[in-house]
């Protein structure tokens, strides 16, 4: 028979509608109320799988997405607690309430729960399953009033703190998988959603491995364990040498992409010169789509009509006389994400694709991260050497296999990656020599300590690489980086091209170079002009200003029409403020609008769409004090003036990223 699964979870407090009348705790006591209410509130009414917006519930439901995507609709059915309704399958339509066990006494929430009938509903719930996860706070595991009644081949899993320990039975069919505030550290995921983000975490790996894994995780639940702990980015016990810091997106990994840390000065003064210190050093860029409107029409708000983006947007190198950057890496995942995109770039191949100068270097990888928890990467040499070939890249790199995080801290797991890795760049030199490409090879070396990486650059050097790039090390603090250049610095030869992967760090190039670094890459600079909220722009003076947030009503813009929706405001409302805050930007970038006034105006519309004034209020003054745009003497700058400010779209926001890698690239010439 059909090995059957249901996960448990609970309501969260964000709900897709917050309309004025939602249901209340005294609407669920009175039964006729119900029904009556709900009718008032039809228009608002989904399933409870669509309910809820809480990260837990998203990132769950975006884990039994991934398994049904691969094993259809019926391999995992969906519960949920909820503190209105009792115990509901995640099809049932309901109306939003505010009703949540979070703010109740151990007694209230007893008492509440009886009233909801919710342990019959689970017995009834769980009968005919093989597995049952939960996941679930300590109050509304408490709603639960476990034990439940279970037939004698049922697992039940819980995902839960320590301090549910004492409201689940001591029972053999019962298992916990404890979840703290030390593995929300470790898994770099916030503890408020790590429920979710370790269930969406396991549905990936059993994917990759196979439905029958999960018939394993019920009879040996110990199991989970090994299998989530390979996604720690930092390991429990201590921090390895070479652990990931973390990969998750957004604000914090910028953060630790541009880490404040000091460059030892030991390493400044006394770093000995590379033998190919005659060579210059070059930054390239990755290719991330990164393009705007040439024509966008700012005032309106418009782009140009029938434009077709990939032969009408611009990418930077377009807009100003001369490239921001002395290459671009360009990884073949990121061709891969779009048909329309693979099909151009074969067509035409990647200078023309870019519009990039053919005289200027374009460099190929396969994007190791891109399937970094594959057993093997996933393509040949064969098909990799013709892809580089064929597609017109100046240097092609050879296929390797990360060795960060847990894999660099398993003895024989990193061995593996090594070799395949090793094995990989002889296989591709070798053929290389042996055909007829006009590319340059680059091997790459992996390594997980200075050890390790010094016997890969020692032995790419003597398969004959002329350029060698070092991977594995973009999360790698800086001081980490250098021990490993000052390892492998004295077997340099004079002629080598030596690139490091993923790491622009300013401060420490010079050391870099000394060490014998010729190239780097970094999207870094360009991508904080829309991550985080403090550093979107950046001076030539080296401080940094946050952009001001004006997101647009019209158009393609989530966060606002989400407030209409749930009746935080008319759209009317929205754009009069809207359009005062821009009005009043412009008239200040005139003069004809006092400080106080335009950001009076900004702060109004931002107070509306729920961003609270004393977030924004002193990093707005301080970028209107100094209005460093007017400062600027870049083509961005001097052409769209205040707007390079503004936080919305992408013709703003990727402008911002342009002005901001025309800012970083002329900081690094001054030094080189
Ligand atoms: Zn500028």
């Known amino acids: ?139 509304y595991l408490r709603a639960l009033e476990l034990p439940v009644l279970t037939s004698g ?39 408020v959603a790590l429920k979710g983000y370790l269930f969406k975490l396991l549905a990936q790996d059993l994917v990759l491995n196979g439905t029958g894994l999960i018939s394993q995780i019920k009879d040996s639940p110990d199991m989970l364990s090994s299998i989530l702990d390979k996604y720690r980015k930092v390991p429990l016990e201590q921090e390895s040498l070479f652990a990931i810091e973390e990969i998750a997106k957004g604000v914090a990994t910028e953060k630790k992409i541009l880490p404040k840390e000091k460059v030892p000065t030991s390493y400044v003064s006394d770093a000995p010169r590379a033998k190919n210190y005659g060579i210059s050093m070059r930054y390239f860029i990755p290719e991330w789509d990164d393009r705007v409107d040439p024509t966008y029409n700012f005032i309106k708000d418009e782009s140009t009509e029938g434009r077709n983006p990939y032969l009408h947007d611009v990418y930077s190198h377009e807009i100003f006389d001369t490239p921001n950057y002395d290459g671009v890496l360009i990884s073949k995942v990121k061709i891969e994400e779009s048909n329309i995109k693979k099909a151009r770039v074969q067509a035409v191949g990647v200078h023309d694709f870019i519009r990039y100068p053919n005289s200027k270097p374009i460099m190929g990888d396969c994007g190791a991260f891109g399937y970094i928890t594959d ?50 760049a002889a296989d591709f030199i070798q053929k290389w020599q042996t055909g007829n490409f006009s590319f340059e090879p680059v091997g790459v070396a992996q390594g997980w300590d200075p050890q390790s990486y010094l016997e890969s650059v020692g032995e790419l050097i003597d398969m004959g690489y002329k350029f060698i790039a070092l991977g594995g090390v973009a999360r790698t603090p800086t001081k980490q980086i250098l021990e490993i250049l000052n390892k ?108 106080d006034d335009a950001l009076e105006a900004v702060l109004t519309y931002d107070e509306k769409i729920g961003e609270g004034r004393e977030k924004h209020a002193d990093y707005y003054r301080r970028v209107l004090e100094d209005q460093p745009w007017k400062k600027c003497d870049c083509k961005i700058c001097r052409e769209i003036g205040i707007e390079v400010i503004i936080f919305r779209g992408n013709n703003r926001n990727r402008r911002r990223g342009f002005h901001n890698t025309y800012v970083f690239y002329n900081q690094f010439k001054k030094i080189f």
């Open 375 to 424: 057993e093997e990467p996933p393509y040949t040499t064969e098909e990799i050497l013709d892809y580089y070939e064929d597609l017109g890249f100046t240097q092609g790199v050879s296929i390797d296999h990360l060795i960060v995080g847990d894999f660099a801290k398993d003895p024989v797991e990193r061995k593996r990656r090594y070799d395949i890795t090793r094995r990989n």
């Open 488 to 595: 492998v610095v004295p077997i340099i030869p004079d002629y080598l091209q030596f690139h490091l992967f993923g790491v622009a760090r300013l401060d420490a190039i010079p050391t870099f170079r000394k060490l014998g670094v010729t190239s780097f890459d970094s999207a870094s600079h360009l991508r904080r002009a829309w991550l985080g909220s403090g550093s979107n722009y950046f001076a030539m003076d080296g401080k940094t200003y946050a952009a001001i947030r004006i997101p647009p009503v019209d158009g393609h813009g989530v966060r606002v029409k989400k407030m209409i929706e749930a009746g935080i405001g008319t759209k009317e409302e929205f754009k009069v403020l809207e359009v005062n805050a821009l009005a009043a930007l412009r008239g200040f970038d005139r003069g004809n609008v006092t400080l």
């Open 1 to 139: 028979m059909h090995f059957k699964t249901l996960i448990i979870t609970s309501c969260t407090g964000e709900k897709k509608f917050k309309p004025e009348n939602q249901l209340l705790q005294a609407d669920f006591q009175a039964c006729d109320n119900l029904s009556i209410k709900e009718k008032q509130l039809e228009e608002y009414m989904v399933t409870a799988g669509d309910m809820y917006t809480g990260m837990q519930h998203l990132r769950l439901m975006e884990g039994v997405k991934i398994l049904r995507d691969k094993y259809g609709s019926d391999v995992v059915d969906v519960n949920i607690v909820s503190a209105g309704y009792g115990l509901i399958s995640e099809n049932r339509r309901i109306a939003p309430y505010e009703v949540t066990f979070n703010t109740m006494s151990p007694k209230e929430i007893v008492a509440w729960s009886k009233t909801l009938r919710i342990k019959e509903s689970l017995s009834t719930a769980i009968k005919g399953y093989d597995l049952i996860l939960f996941l679930l706070g300590d109050k």
């Open 153 to 191: 081949d049922q697992r039940l899993i819980f995902f839960a703190s320590g301090t549910s320990r004492k409201l689940i039975p001591n029972e053999p069919n019962y298992f916990i998988y404890e979840v703290g505030q030390k593995d929300a550290k470790s898994f770099s995921y916030g503890l």
